[in-house]
Each structure stands twice: as structure tokens, then as C-alpha cells.
């Protein structure tokens, strides 16, 4: 592993406020393989934890290598990778920040739906670099942490089918979701090219403005009249025209032309009667006689802000001008956006369509760049992918380079046309004095000499070989134990002092660690636990980003179980009108039961203080209509679901359990103060009221 800025000694409290209260810190480090996470390694003195005496936990003892936790990962784009803004427009990645509008997506009803959101963080780092190239010409490069949604649920670009890299990862003929954003996507920046102002200027000018010469005469003398004017009701087009005309040496004034009405909006208007300008304006609105790129590519924007309209997202130009709509479809033509043209109406007017739905759209906005903002507006649109955006290749460019990630009020973000996930962080280092957002997620305390520490506590003569419960406060087996490898002498001192111990996690490198816990299991008493909270995987994913898929754990309880485990799964907490459904519950038994688990154990979801607030804002953003029935499942203070609640939901899973045979104790059929050993795996789950549950950590 390759660690960059390495701090030994005690930490910065400047830097990072509470990190003083951490004793033995040896350094703060972070590695490119975890962008925009922060180890900090620590020599603890103590890994036994003791559970207070009052405490309502069916255990007395913990062990928890770790502070924090690396389930919600971070995954990184090119700084060039464009990122649809709200106001319709792309915007490279590297240029975003903190605050600014987006579009991101979420589900409503049936539908997955465009969505304005805000960006809440951007960092940034050095990754390796894959590019995956899509059907349509879509290319995005980016590391191989990152995911982005396909028709079958969120993917990485790279990752294993068996191994500790074990996770679902793309691969070709996969199909991502979004419009894609093929061909020439380089962003245009000011100043603009001569020959697009002019393009401009020629389609608006020519589609919407009026220039005219004419001579009077009277009786003391003949009068010659110039004159030029453009009015419109968006001031976007007005003011581009006028800074188009300025920047070419040609000086417009502004006045009222229109007041509004009932039906009409107010138009403004800008002229001109000097015989220069209005002469110099028909000079720069004349077609070039060669075919200029620019030139086509500001004519369309032009003439869409003059004579175009995006209704219901059909993008259509109308013009009476054989010409206009001759040189409209040519530039078309030439920048590759598919249209027709409908029959003429009856009064001359000829219409040009642009065909292939939304990706047809937003191509022609991105090559075009029109000034109408109102116009280019994706909000409240359905994911419904029409683009062919296939995976057709994915490349490892070999090197390392620069990237960014950014934080999102939906967690995710459209890139280079296809939806992306980000880095959704929760959790809080309330002792610590860190954040209650990304800090858990990225501030990962490590406690580098824990099973040294454990192995001497353990073989002390006071102790009683008591059953210790891992998993508790946080996952043993979230992403950074791939790194530090520190389960594997946890589990030895456990063994080898005859200290029976229980595993809840839903990391899927507990797979790494069988044949050690197969060789425990001889002398001890080795008890297993899976947590799996969500079995849809869009679900899962927008609440646990970053955590295995439903079918990684599961394949993962299956190999648990052929090595001669008998394993548990919390199927918890169980959320209130998401996955509390007949039919949820009976697809997530069936699927637990095939992977060979013999028991089952369920649960209502709580909210702790700090967690509560964060999911009923996640319920505002994703399922509103869910609020006030929330509000009034959890009013006020409360943190757990009423009873009524659990008794329904009891009358609902007991009979499923005994259907599939997965019957067990469920937690209100034992008293919480209860000791027995045999339920360290179970109880974690009730941690919660205590801090932060190992099930809870990474949902709530």
C-alpha cells in the first residue's frame, strides 16, 4: 500500500478538532486506494469491552478493531467528466462546487425520475484509471471503485467474482441507465469562437429580428432610414445577441418593446438606426459558403432561441423560410442529431422535429448550447433509457491520475450522460468531535496493535473465558480490514486462550477468514451472523452505498454454511412500508433460505438520536409520501416502533419463518437483560440504544 501524507506523532488538533483524545496515535495517513479517507492508527491499551452491568445488551464483552467505518465508499471521475446542472447545462466535475444546483435522481412511484440536487462536498485524488466505453460512443474514465447504475442495480467498473475484491462490477454488455453523452464532448468555454457568435447571431437575427433601409423625401429633403431591431421575451437571448453584436464592434441600446399582459409575457428589445450597424449586422448573418462546425453549431442555438420550443421534450424549429430550415437541417445533419421534417401547415410555416428522444435532446443542447435556459429544464423526467449504452469495452489505462469526487443531496449525479453514484456518507464521531456526515465514513480510527492488546488481556488469570460478541459498535469486516488484516489475530487470541465469540457483519470478506474460523470452531464455540437489512438492490443501495449486494452476502453465508457454520441472518431492521411487505418479506426468506441459514432473526427498525433526523430526511427527499406516517410511527423523541407496530409485524413474519424453517427466538421472546450465550449473534442488533449497533451502523 502506498500512504501519502504521513503524520507521526500526536495528531493535529488544529486540523482535525477531538483528535487529541485519542491516546497512542501513531500517525494519520491516507492511501489513494481510499480516496478521501483518513486512517488514523492507533496503539490502544485496552480491546476488551466491558457492556455496564445496567446496560440492556445480552452480552457482557466486546472487541471492535476499528472507529468508523469504510462500507460507504469513495469513487472518483476525471476532472473533465461533465455533470449535468440544473439548469440544463454540462459542467466538468473539476469545476463544481460546494453549493452549486445539479440534477440527480430519485424514485417515485414506479418511476426513477430526474431530480435537482445540491453538491454538499468535493475532494479529490490520484486514482488508477479505467475507461469504459458505452454502444452510443459514451466514454467515461474513472477509478475502479466507481459504480454507476445498470439495469440489473449500482455496479463498480472493476471487481471479483470470489476474493476479498468480491462485489458487483461491470461488465460488457451491461447496460447503464441515463441518455449517454456521445460524440465531441468538449465543453465550450469563453470566449466563444468567432464563427459560433456569428452562427448565433445569424439564427436568431435572421429567425426573430427585423433590419431595413428605406429613403424619404419631402419637401426640403430626401432622407435615407437604417433601422434594426430584435425583440424578445427572454432576456438570456436578448442579452447573448447584444454581447454577441458588441463583441463584433456593433453597439445596440435597450428599451421596452412590450408590456405584459394576461396571456403575453413583457418583451424588451434592443436596436439600432446607425447605417454602419445595421449594415455590418447583415454582413455578419450571411450564410459562410463553406460548412463550418462553429458556425452550423451557434446557427442551431440561435434559431432554437428564436423559433424553437421544447415541449413535453421534443425539440422542434419552425421557420417559413425554405432557407433557414434548409440550413437548420444541414447543421443538423452535420452534428449527427437525427430529425424529420412535418408536413408544412397550411399558412407556410415548416416544422423540423428532432428525433430519438431524450438522448437526441440533450445531445443537441450539449453541441448547440442555447441561451434559454427554461428551455433545456430535465427536471421531474423518468429514467427511461433509449440510448444504446451498452458497455462495449472497459480499459485500464495503466496509469494514475487526477480525480474527483463530490458528495450529493440524492447521492448521485449524471455523468457525461449516464447516472453515477457518489460518496453518501452518514455517521457520526460524536466523542471525537467530528461531523455528523462524512466524518464516519472517512475519519477511521485503527487500532493496529489490537489482537497483541486482546491476547494479553485474555490470558490474564481473572478471566472467565466469557462469550465476546465482535461487530457491535462497527463492521470487523468493512473494506479497511482488507488492508490491515487484523481479524485474523482476533480470532487467534480468541482460539487459542478458549474464548468462545460471535461474528455479526455484512462484509463479504468474512469469506477470506473461513478456514481460521473453521480451525476455532474445534476448540470454541464460533458463532456467525449476516445482516441483511434490504433485498432490492436499488433500495439497498440508496440506503447502504458502498455495502455488498443482498446476493454477495448471501453467496458469502452459503460458503459459511458448506464450511459446517450454522449461520444467522438479521434480517433487520425491518423499514416500515419499504420492506415489510408480504411479498418483500417471503422473496427475502426464500432467498435466505437457499443459501443455507438455519435461522432468522427480525426486527422493526429504531432510530437513535442523530440517526432519526437523517433518516426522516432521507424519507423527505425519497418517499415523501411516507413522511407523515413516519411522523407518526416515530413522534417526537421516540426511537422505537409503537408496539402495536412490532405486533402486527410479528403476526406477519412468524408464520413466513415457519413456512421456510427458519423459526427462531426473536427478540420479544427473550428478556433484553438476559445473558445466555447463545445469543451474542442476535443481540447486536439491540446495541443500538447503547451507540452505534453494528446492523445500524451503516443505515441509520
Known amino acids: ?174 447496460r447503464l441507465m441515463g441518455f449517454g453523452l456521445a460524440g465531441d464532448l468538449v465543453r465550450r468555454t469563453d470566449p466563444l469562437p468567432a464563427d459560433y457568435r456569428r452562427g448565433y447571431l445569424a439564427g436568431m437575427i435572421r429567425g426573430d429580428g427585423m433590419s431595413f433601409h428605406a429613403t424619404y423625401a419631402d419637401t426640403r429633403r430626401t432622407r435615407e432610414i437604417h433601422r434594426f431591431r430584435l425583440a424578445l421575451a427572454d432576456g438570456e437571448a436578448l442579452v447573448r445577441t447584444r454581447q454577441f453584436l458588441s463583441d463584433e464592434g456593433v453597439v445596440t441600446n435597450t428599451r421596452p418593446f412590450t408590456r405584459a399582459t394576461a396571456t403575453r409575457r413583457a418583451m424588451m428589445a434592443i436596436h439600432t438606426a446607425k447605417s454602419a450597424d445595421v449594415t455590418r449586422i447583415e454582413e455578419l448573418i450571411r450564410t459562410p459558403a463553406a460548412s463550418l462546425r462553429d458556425w452550423q453549431a451557434g446557427f442551431l442555438a440561435g434559431i432554437f432561441d428564436a423559433e424553437g420550443s421544447c415541449s413535453r ?18 447543421a443538423l445533419r452535420n452534428h449527427g442529431v437525427t430529425f424529420v421534417r412535418e408536413p408544412t401547415r397550411p399558412n407556410g410555416v415548416i416544422t423540423v422535429r428532432v428525433t430519438g428522444g431524450l438522448p437526441a435532446r440533450q445531445r443537441f443542447f450539449h453541441l448547440t448550447d442555447p441561451a434559454i435556459s427554461r428551455r433545456l429544464q430535465i427536471e421531474d423526467v423518468a429514467v427511461k433509457t433509449v440510448a444504446d449504452l451498452r458497455i462495449v469495452s472497459i480499459e485500464d489505462l495503466g496509469v494514475e491520475t487526477d480525480m474527483v469526487d463530490i458528495t450529493t443531496g440524492t447521492g448521485d449525479f449524471i455523468a457525461n450522460g449516464v447516472i453515477s453514484h457518489n460518496c453518501f456518507a452518514r455517521g457520526t464521531h460524536e466523542y471525537l468531535e467530528l461531523d455528523a456526515g462524512h466524518d464516519f465514513d472517512s475519519q477511521i480510527v485503527v487500532k493496529i496493535n489490537v489482537a497483541e492488546v486482546l491476547g494479553k488481556e485474555l490470558r490474564r488469570g481473572s478471566w472467565t473465558r466469557e462469550p465476546v460478541m465482535l461487530g457491535t459498535n462497527t463492521d470487523p469486516y468493512q473494506r479497511a480490514e482488507g488492508r490491515y488484516k487484523l481479524m485474523p489475530g482476533i480470532i487467534s487470541a480468541l482460539t487459542e486462550t478458549g474464548t468462545p465469540f460471535s461474528i455479526l457483519t455484512k462484509g463479504t470478506l468474512l469469506r477470506r477468514d473461513i478456514p481460521l474460523l473453521r480451525e476455532a470452531a474445534a476448540s470454541v464455540r464460533v458463532s456467525l451472523a449476516m445482516s441483511i437489512a434490504v433485498f432490492h438492490d436499488e433500495l439497498q443501495q440508496l440506503i447502504e452505498p458502498g455495502t455488498p449486494l443482498a446476493t454477495a452476502r448471501l453467496e458469502t453465508v452459503r460458503a459459511a454454511t458448506d464450511a459446517g457454520f450454522s449461520v444467522t441472518v438479521f434480517l433487520m431492521p425491518v423499514i416500515p412500508h419499504l420492506t415489510d411487505s408480504i411479498a418483500a418479506l417471503d422473496s427475502a426468506l426464500t432467498r435466505i433460505k437457499a443459501s443455507g441459514a438455519t435461522r432468522v432473526v427480525y426486527g422493526a427498525l429504531h432510530l437513535r438520536p442523530g440517526a432519526k433526523q437523517w433518516f426522516l430526511s432521507w424519507i423527505q427527499r425519497e418517499h415523501p409520501e411516507l413522511v407523515s406516517s413516519y411522523l407518526g410511527l416515530y413522534p417526537g423523541a421516540s426511537t422505537t416502533a409503537p408496539k402495536a407496530y412490532r405486533t402486527w409485524l410479528a403476526k406477519r413474519v412468524r408464520p413466513l419463518l415457519r413456512v421456510h424453517g427458519l423459526d427462531g427466538h426473536d427478540e420479544d421472546e427473550h428478556p433484553r437483560g438476559s445473558r445466555t450465550p447463545g445469543l451474542a449473534a442476535r443481540a447486536a442488533i439491540i446495541t443500538t440504544s447503547r451507540g452505534r449497533a453494528a446492523e445500524e451502523s451503516r443505515l441509520f
Open 1 to 174: 500500500m502506498r500512504w501519502q501524507g504521513q503524520q507521526l506523532g500526536v495528531a493535529d488538533a488544529a486540523a482535525l478538532p477531538g483528535m487529541e483524545r485519542l491516546n497512542g496515535l501513531v500517525r494519520s495517513v491516507t492511501t489513494p486506494e481510499f480516496a478521501g479517507v483518513t486512517f488514523h492508527e492507533v496503539m490502544c491499551k485496552s480491546a476488551l469491552n466491558h457492556v455496564p452491568g445496567t446496560s440492556a445488551m445480552p452480552f457482557d464483552w466486546t472487541v471492535n478493531p476499528y472507529r468508523g467505518c469504510t462500507h460507504a465508499c469513495a469513487y472518483c471521475l476525471t476532472p473533465d467528466t461533465l455533470v449535468l446542472m440544473a439548469n440544463g447545462r454540462q459542467r466538468p466535475i473539476g469545476d463544481l462546487s460546494v453549493g452549486d444546483e445539479i440534477i440527480g435522481t430519485e424514485l417515485r412511484g414506479d418511476y426513477r425520475r430526474y431530480v435537482k440536487t445540491t453538491v454538499r462536498a468535493k475532494w479529490g485524488t490520484r486514482k488508477r484509471a479505467y475507461r469504459v466505453t458505452l454502444a452510443d460512443g459514451t466514454e467515461i474514465v474513472g477509478s475502479g471503485d466507481h459504480r454507476f447504475l445498470t439495469d440489473r442495480g449500482w455496479k463498480h467498473i472493476t471487481g471479483a467474482m470470489t476474493g476479498t475484491d468480491q462485489r458487483p462490477y461491470l461488465t460488457t454488455n451491461n
Open 313 to 330: 421534450g421534443v425539440v422542434r424549429i419552425v421557420n417559413e423560410d425554405r432557407d433557414m430550415i434548409e440550413t437548420t437541417e444541414q
